[in-house]
């Protein structure tokens, strides 16, 4: 059974940093992208960032491009999120994803057929 799990997520302040996690198994990690979608109560699902498996592709999403870095540092069954200069609109619950190959679809919510649990991201000013 495929099971994503995330962690890194915390409590912190305006302009600090965090690495999130996400460590998937049970997955064919050759066949699937990894994403990182954050959620805030009563919004949508917003696309954040996105990674092939062999981490030679990535993309981004307009609203975090040159804070947010996804990275797999060599590891198939991971992705990683460096978020740097938070604020506090980053607060969310950010949520790891695994997609079939590569495309326009990684930036899509409903394309992603694995989710982990989230793990919440609160930014303080």
């Known amino acids: 059974q495929v099971h994503l799990a995330e962690s890194g997520g915390g409590w912190v302040q305006a302009g600090g940093s965090l690495t999130l996690s996400c460590t998937a198994s049970?997955?064919?990690?050759?066949?699937?992208?990894m994403g990182w979608f954050r959620q805030t109560p009563g919004k949508e699902r917003t696309f954040v960032a996105a990674i092939w498996s062999t981490g030679d592709r990535t993309a981004y999403g307009s609203s975090v491009q040159g804070r947010f870095t996804i990275d797999k540092h060599g590891d198939r069954n991971s992705a990683y999120l460096q978020i740097d200069s938070l604020q506090p609109d980053d607060t969310a619950v950010y949520y790891c994803?695994?997609?079939?190959?590569?495309?326009?679809?990684?930036?899509?919510?409903?394309?992603?057929?694995?989710w982990g649990q989230g793990t919440q991201v609160t930014v303080s000013s």
């Open positions: 994803g695994a997609v079939r190959r590569w495309g326009p679809w990684v930036e899509t919510t409903d394309q992603y057929v694995y």
């Open positions: 049970g997955l064919d990690s050759t066949e699937y992208s």
